[in-house]
């Protein structure tokens, strides 16, 4: 059964190779010296770097050189670079520029294999020879077999390549190297020269091999590595220019591995986490850029609680557990996001400015099967335009964030098969004006400002609809005729506390004796109620001329008159007692003779609160 | 002059944990808040939710009260609109901290029309605090009480101040009950008149036009009482009207004919009402209410409402623990509302009288117990701070003299001196601060006048004063102290999100979640879940997917088939399930970490709401001498039965002795194996289980022919009894 499905793999392969046998490509002189393989499968990312040490033989100055995949590659590649090497010949990726490439369509070539051209700085003379170094990485390359597993399985998975290295050019001597992880090795093609050294498998060296030699070989092996796999990744750059970069990432994250059947028992998986669950990724480690700040792990239900984050100088690290550990083909998404300080990452050129900042995503070898990023200018942004190192589907859109108006531009760069070697930085080049950034608060002022000055002038101004009716004059006549009465209400309280003068310099003659003192208070407390008498008059006036206190006007009178009649009798009973105390009498005389009045006086009195009352309830 | 501060949001809670939702409910709420935001009001009314009680679905639009969704889809639009993007989620976690800051303001309102600007602040104060209230208004607890004690108390307060708007079942009684109450003690205004007739004509043709109330607004028992006092204050105002314009004799002659004939009108009116309700099976009364009338009547006839522990009568503990120190100062406000009686202390008085007695039904009434205790509180609060503060005053006659600004600074009586003098200037705001001004006045006024003698004498000894306001700050100090702990350590916890203090810090329990991500994410999105009722607005919220039953109870034969099925054995509730087409079984269990209010616990009401409509399960085939219990004295039947196995299916291998820290004991049956269910998913603390039913081909694969014919005639004999029961 494994054969066979292995069989039907190679089938297109097989298919090609009818046609290497007849000569089709003869257009070239240059021959390949020196190839080195290395193929590094010991993650989910394929990576072969090759180092080609290529020679002119022909009389033609050559300006570009070709390479090969074969169909089943081609269409999991999702990286290109080839740099000049310094022909040491088992350099890896140097960090050169690297050398433009291109997909070419030659019409000599056999069917089933995709073709790359490689142009140079400058040609290649005759004789003269070069090394280039050329990497390629590849996704979703490797198949997981068997595809179904249980949760104490391992994942197996298949590599199937050439051992040798197809390629349009003859090559005089090549080699072979496989990385494999340090685990199980279940098979591997075992060709005559193939030799297997701890975890690196060999095939090779190989000598004067004609174009388009093909010889397939397929390694079936273990990783338990883990397979994430990112659906989709939304990445979100919000430029501010309060100072800060913020990026929200929101990941559509799947198991890419085998299968798992269905069963789960977290029993097994917690007693025995690493056998019972050996396939299972439980952490993702995001590698933030230094001073990242205000980082968040969430999803659409809520924070999630299990990340820890750690960082010095150079990085930040972010550690992330999905809500539960992930199986093959189980699926979670969640969204990342952390504040970057602006003057990292925003530079100024020519008036203009521009953001650098790198494209993929941060977390360690992920793959992303499509990536958007959208790149959030401030609103009022100008003359945008963009700079990506690779191709990208590149438009634009408007997103209105918090008190916008007319929306900020947005420039959205999508891309599809992602992989840690795209963490190039791109740059977004735009126009803005540093005044418009005080819109938003000038609005906000403004505002408030506008409310606060409605609240004043709502709370001031009078908004009765007719100003000349009726009702409305009654109104306010009903208003004077109650200030005037608690006027008057004020007035014969400050009687009533006059009184109570009179009575306590009596009680202070009665204790002392004291009958001068007496005298001084009688007169000072007769001139204020003459005082006030006077100034009851205009009110009182008023009342009576005014047809709105018919209601009031006769209490009020009342009350008047009562106080007038008090006011006498505790002037009668204060002389009465003070000439008692002058003519020397007893006290229990003076009481006698005080005791009609007092009489009088308490019940005047009570008449008085009464009314006092009554005015003050209306 | 009004003291114009008041209460900023207090009960805006500290967000500890995070913005999230919180309990089983407001999943529903801010669900439903969420259609209507994304497909608009109209589709809303219309809405046929097919991810609920699969295969009846229900009638969202019809059966839910629109105020607290329409109130957060309104706020979320109008923010929108000024371009400030926030989520529904968060929109709807702050709803209910923001109302409750309006609910303090408009207990800040109605307690000063009964008692004074005073009385008002301190019961805004206290009702900012009280635990019982905080427990329904903290950041997430979206549901619709926080929005409805503010309704409720500002309604009563518009209804006070002559002027009001429709409310719902608590309040279209109690109004009535008042209305009655001022006619029977001769408090008969056209004033009153005015507040109740467009109540009672407005607040029924609003409420009817909600289309879960309906009809229900002239149709049920309910509104019985505010009709019929809706008659009664018209005969009374026409009687008045009489007595105004008939001589009294012939006003005599007048009374004796109508009421001759009134009565016999009245009589058959009468027999017709008792007749027509007496024909309806329930009297007219739901359930929920009747249980009201009745608190033995749901544990009587309706296990599901019975089932809930917020429908339990409340203890004594709980009382302290929700409103503390208010429940002593209650009779005290009581008193002062008595001195003197008025309109609107006299509603006050019904309000708290009638909310004691339905807080004593039901833990869940105890929220509209809060605000009454609130106010009653602050106005015996506040009167006790007058009369002890005046006291001082009189016995340090240097203050009394002249400077009264200095004198009770923990009340907020105002300058009075002021007030004199610009008397005049002020007359347009007069009318509304009159009342608390006179207040104010008396103090000064009253070594003045006569009357003060008559308050001398209820004057204080002056160390009896101070002691008095130091014990009541203290008390109030208490009060605080109680409320904030309650806040911070009872009320505020999500109840999705757990947490636990070790000595090794914090630790989280956020395995529900954990359980309904991986749902959403990982089954097809047309599967069924079965789980107990109390899980099901979590389900279809956050992980989307259709459930069976959910907390909205409204077919209770729907929930007697799961509890069925969960008090089943395997077999059976296997094929309950894929009559329903259930494809999993999700089972809460607390045993390992030790998580009281899980299915378990919960089981008996599984089997009573079975038993209920299924009498093949019988309680107590699952007790053991009427004790329920799961270790080796339980039952086979509760051994055997689908929810004993699902939460302890390989329990044992954990510890090895399979030691249930809820119950405390060993389980009983500890090796078994399931046959018809497989494990697919258990959380990081095995609080929450998912299994899968297994495929029926696989059973029948390995089965002989007969079998397999049982098997079919089960099939068909269960398919013909999807609706009612096939046992």
Not at chain 1, 278 to 281: P, V, Y
Not at chain 2, 649 to 659: C, L, S
């Given at each position: 059964m494994k054969r066979g499905i292995m069989r039907s793999n190679l089938f297109p392969l097989l298919f090609a190779f009818?046609?290497?046998?007849?000569?089709?490509?003869?257009a070239s002189d240059l021959i390949l010296a020196k190839v080195d393989r290395r193929i590094d499968l010991t993650s989910q990312i394929v990576r072969i770097t090759t180092s080609l040490k290529v020679e002119n033989t022909g009389s033609d100055v050559v300006s570009e050189i070709l390479l090969s995949f074969p169909e089943n590659q081609a269409k999991h590649l999702a990286y290109l670079k080839a740099t000049l090497g310094e022909?040491?010949?088992?350099?890896?990726?140097?960090?050169g520029v690297g050398l433009p490439v291109k997909a070419v369509q030659p019409n000599d070539v056999p069917p089933g294999l995709t073709i790359y051209s490689v142009s140079l700085p400058k040609g290649l003379g005759k004789g003269h020879s070069l090394t280039l170094d050329v990497l390629a990485v590849f996704t979703h390359i490797l198949q997981p077999f068997p595809e179904k597993i249980n949760q104490g399985d391992i994942q197996l998975l298949l590599f199937q390549e050439s051992a040798q290295y197809l390629s349009p050019y003859a090559v005089k001597a090549q080699s072979l190297t496989l990385k494999l992880p340090e685990a199980r090795i279940?098979?591997?093609?075992?060709?005559?020269?193939a030799k297997l050294q701890g975890s690196e498998l060999k095939y090779g060296p190989y000598e004067n091999i004609p174009p388009f030699s093909y010889l397939p070989i397929v390694i079936h092996y273990e990783n338990n590595l883990p397979f994430a796999v990112a659906k989709e990744l939304v990445r979100e750059i919000e430029i501010s220019h309060w100072g800060n970069v913020q990026i929200t990432e929101h990941y559509e994250i799947i198991h890419a591995g085998a299968q798992s059947k269905g069963e789960f028992s977290r029993l097994d998986y917690q007693t025995r986490p690493y056998l019972r669950g050996?396939?299972?990724?439980r952490r993702l480690v995001a590698k933030l850029p230094?001073?990242?700040?205000?980082v968040y792990y969430r999803d659409e239900i809520g924070n999630i609680s299990t990340s820890s984050l750690w960082g010095d100088s150079r990085k930040t690290e972010l550690e992330i557990e999905p809500r539960y550990p992930m199986f093959g083909g189980w699926k979670t998404a969640f969204t990342i996001g952390y504040g970057l300080p602006l003057q990292d990452f925003l530079f100024g050129l020519d008036g203009k400015r521009f953001l650098n900042i790198s494209f993929g995503?941060?977390?360690?070898?992920l793959v992303i099967d499509t990536i958007f990023v959208k790149v959030v200018l401030p609103?009022?942004?100008?003359?945008i335009s963009v700079s990506v190192p690779f191709p990208v589907k590149e438009w634009q859109e408007r997103k209105i964030s918090?008190?916008?108006?007319?929306g900020r531009p947005v420039v959205v760069l999508e891309k599809n098969?992602?992989?840690?070697?795209?963490?190039e930085h791109f740059q977004v080049y735009y126009k803005f004006n540093?005044?418009?950034?005080l819109t938003e608060p000038f609005m906000l002022i403004s505002g408030f400002f506008f409310l606060f000055v409605a609240c004043i002038v709502y709370s001031r101004?009078?908004?009765?609809?007719?100003?000349?009716?009726a009702s409305y004059l009654a109104k306010l006549q009903w208003d004077e005729v109650q200030a005037t009465t608690q006027l008057i209400h004020g007035i014969i309280s400050r009687c009533l506390t006059a009184h109570d003068k009179l009575e306590t310099s009596l009680h202070d003659l009665s204790r002392t004796g004291d009958v001068q003192a007496c005298k001084a208070t009688r007169k000072s407390v007769d001139s204020s109620l003459k005082d006030l008498s006077k100034e009851l008059k205009q009110p009182l006036s008023f009342l009576q001329s005014c047809p709105q206190a018919a209601q009031i006007l006769p209490k009020v009178e009342e009350l008047f008159t009562k106080e007038r009649e008090l006011q006498e009798k505790l002037v009668l009973k204060h002389t009465t007692v003070v000439d008692g105390y002058e003519k020397k009498l007893g006290g229990r005389e003076i009481e006698n003779r005080i005791a009609s009045y007092q009489q009088k006086i308490t019940a005047l009195r009570r008449e008085v609160d009464d009314l006092l009352d009554l005015i003050d309830e209306i | 002059m009004v003291p114009k501060a008041r209460m900023p949001g207090?009960?805006?809670?500290?967000?500890k944990y995070e913005s999230v939702i919180h309990e089983f409910d407001p999943y529903f709420n801010y669900r439903v808040t969420q259609f209507l935001t994304k497909n608009g009001i109209y589709d809303f009314w219309n809405w046929f939710d097919?991810?609920?009680?699969?295969?009846?679905?229900?009638v969202i639009g019809g059966t839910v009260y629109p105020g607290l969704t329409l109130t957060a889809g309104t706020l979320w639009w109008i923010l929108n609109s000024l371009n400030?993007?926030?989520?529904v989620e968060t929109v709807c976690v702050f709803t209910a901290p923001i109302f409750s800051a309006f609910a303090s303001w408009a207990t800040y309102l109605l307690t000063k029309e009964v008692k004074g600007a005073g009385a008002g602040l301190t019961a805004a104060i206290l009702l900012a605090m009280v635990p019982s209230y905080i427990s329904r208004s903290v950041?997430?607890?979206?549901?619709n009480e926080a929005v409805a004690i503010f309704a409720l108390i500002f309604t009563f307060y518009l209804y006070i101040k002559v002027c009001s708007w429709g409310g719902y079942t608590f309040i279209i009684n109690l109004i009535p009950m008042h209305v009655l109450l001022c006619i029977v003690t001769g408090r008969y205004s056209s004033r009153l008149y005015i507040a109740y007739a467009p109540l009672v004509v407005l607040g029924t043709l609003l409420a009817s036009l909600v289309p879960v109330v309906g009809f229900n607004a002239v149709m049920t028992s309910e509104h019985f009482a505010s009709f019929l006092v809706f008659i009664i204050i018209h005969v009374v105002a026409l009687v008045y009207y009489i007595k105004g314009i008939l001589s009294p004799k012939m006003f005599k002659v007048a009374v004796a004919l109508v009421v001759s004939v009134g009565l016999a009108v009245c009589c058959a009116m009468v027999a017709v009402l008792i007749a027509l309700v007496a024909s309806s099976p329930t009297k007219g009364w739901s359930g929920r209410s009747l249980s009201l009338l009745d608190p033995t009547y749901a544990s009587k006839y309706i296990p599901i409402i019975a089932s809930v522990s917020e429908h339990q009568p409340p203890t004594w503990p709980s009382y302290f623990m929700d409103i503390n120190v208010l429940a002593f100062l209650v009779p005290a406000g009581i008193i002062a509302c008595f001195s003197p009686l008025s309109d609107a202390s006299s509603f006050v008085v019904l309000y708290i009288v009638t909310s004691v007695y339905f807080s004593g039904v039901m833990v869940r009434l105890m929220l509209v117990l809060a605000p009454a205790a609130c106010i009653l509180s602050g106005i015996a609060l506040s009167q006790a701070f007058d009369v002890f503060t005046r006291s001082i005053k009189f016995q340090l006659p240097h203050l009394s003299d002249?400077?009264?600004?200095?004198?009770g600074s923990s009340e907020n009586v105002v300058p009075n001196d002021s007030v004199k003098a610009d008397k005049t200037e002020d007359t347009s705001k007069e009318r509304t601060s009159k009342r608390s001004k006179k207040k104010e006045k008396e103090p000064v006024e009253k070594p003045l006048s006569k009357s003060q003698i008559k308050k001398r004498l209820s004057v204080l000894p002056l160390e009896t004063s101070v002691i008095a306001i130091i014990l009541l700050v203290l008390l109030g100090a208490f009060y605080v102290v109680h409320s904030v702990w309650a806040a911070a350590?009872?009320?505020?916890?999500?109840?999705i999100v757990l947490t636990s203090h070790s000595h090794d810090g914090l630790h989280v329990f956020d395995d529900f979640r954990e359980a309904y991500a991986w749902l959403s994410h990982n089954t097809e999105v047309d599967d069924k879940v079965a789980s107990w009722w109390d899980y099901g607005y979590q389900t279809t919220a956050m992980a989307n997917r259709t459930v069976i039953?959910?907390?909205?109870?409204?077919?209770n034969t729907h929930i007697a088939t799961v509890g069925t099925a969960m008090s089943s054995p395997e077999k059976a509730a296997w094929e309950i399930f894929q009559s329903l087409d259930v494809k999993y079984v999700l089972v809460v269990f607390g045993g390992l970490v030790g998580y009281p209010s899980d299915d378990i616990n919960k089981f008996l009401w599984m089997v009573r709401i079975g038993g209920g409509v299924f009498?093949?399960?019988?309680?107590p085939d699952y007790l053991r001498d009427g004790q329920y219990r799961i270790d080796s004295m339980a039952t086979p039947t509760m051994l055997n039965c689908l929810m004993y196995k699902l939460s302890y299916?390989?329990?044992?291998?954990?510890?090895?002795?399979?030691?249930d820290r809820v119950r405390r004991t060993e389980i009983g049956k500890k090796h078994f194996k399931l046959t018809h269910f497989e494990e697919v998913f258990t959380t990081h603390h095995w609080m929450v289980r998912i299994y899968k039913l297994k495929p029926p081909k696989n059973r029948i694969r390995g089965k002989t022919k007969k079998s397999k014919s049982k098997t079919s005639s089960k099939t068909a004999s269960k398919r013909k009894g999807l609706k009612r029961n096939p046992f």
């Open positions: 009818a046609f290497l046998f007849s000569p089709v490509f003869s022909g040491k010949g088992k350099a890896k990726t140097s960090s279940e098979s591997y093609s075992k060709l005559e020269n050996a396939s299972a990724f230094p001073r990242a700040h205000s995503a941060p977390i360690y070898e609103e009022g942004s100008k003359d918090h008190l916008d108006i007319v098969n992602v992989v840690p070697e795209h963490n540093s005044l418009s950034m101004a009078d908004i009765s609809i007719s100003k000349s009716s | 207090a009960s805006s809670h500290v967000i097919d991810r609920t009680w699969y295969p009846l679905g229900r400030i993007p926030l989520s950041a997430g607890s979206y549901d002249h400077s009264q600004a200095g004198e350590e009872a009320y505020s916890a999500p109840s039953v959910d907390n909205n109870t409204w077919n009498p093949h399960i019988k309680e299916y390989r329990f044992v291998e954990t510890d090895g002795k399979a030691f």
